[in-house]
């Protein structure tokens, strides 16, 4: 599968590192205890869905929470929660639908947080509970006990995005580009026996576009 969206996510990339860049005449602090947001997007599968074969996987949709605890001023640690689907065709045939629904413990890196434009990088660490949904036309040309099944799967992201404090003093728009490992075995099943079995590559590079809620501190901490 050609990677049709690569320069596309490479452009808004370096967009990003130059507002993360960009100067501001009206510093104003940007450090909060708690912040949490809700993002979505679409997320481009970086290989052919199954290895060695013309099995593909189209762009789907992404929807994701995360909240995060700022340690201090550069680090801030967190949970996160997403999920997406992608259609999956073999030559005209589709398949059906693969969906992930993955769990994050997260790491965010910042740089000092003193304009409205604040970058950071992130490391997640994690777990993918895949599923598949069959399309009725696949069921028919297979038959009724066919069924396809994917196995769970440990994950890692990496990415990063900015926070713009363009609204509210603590909302911000926030853009984020990451790229997820999602690698397992995938086994096609015809009555109850394993007909087939190959590796599934769900790993995908995702633009998310959301806010985030950054909490002020509590005059207690």
Not at 45 to 59: P, R
Not at 88 to 112: P, V
Not at 114 to 127: C, E, K, R, W
Not at 135 to 152: F, P, Q, T
Request: with cysteine; charged share 20%; hydrophobic share 45%.
């Amino acid at each position: 599968m050609k990677f049709k969206g690569l320069p596309y996510c490479l452009g808004l990339l370096s967009l990003l590192i130059l507002l993360g860049g960009a100067p501001c005449a009206d510093a104003e602090e940007r450090y909060h205890a708690w912040s949490a947001g809700l993002r979505g997007g679409p997320s481009i599968l970086t290989q052919d869905a199954v290895s060695n074969t013309n099995i593909e996987g189209q762009v789907g949709p992404i929807f994701n929470g995360v909240m995060v605890y700022d340690l201090n001023k550069y680090v801030s640690l967190g949970l996160e929660a997403e999920w997406e689907q992608h259609k999956i065709d073999q030559a005209a045939l589709t398949l059906g639908d693969a969906s992930t629904a993955s769990l994050f413990f997260r790491f965010e890196g910042h740089l000092e947080r003193t304009q409205p434009i604040s970058p950071y990088v992130l490391l997640a660490v994690g777990y993918n509970l895949n599923s598949f949904s069959e399309e009725d036309a696949y069921l028919a040309e297979c038959g009724a006990d066919c069924n396809v099944d994917i196995d769970n799967t440990f994950s890692l992201k990496a990415g990063f995005g900015v926070d713009l404090f363009v609204l509210f003093e603590n909302a911000a728009i926030n853009f984020e580009v990451a790229w997820k490992y999602n690698k397992a075995d995938i086994d096609f099943i015809s009555g109850g026996d394993v007909a087939a079995s190959d590796d599934y590559n769900g790993s995908a590079l995702y633009l998310l576009i959301g806010f985030r809620y950054h909490f002020p501190v509590s005059p207690f901490d």
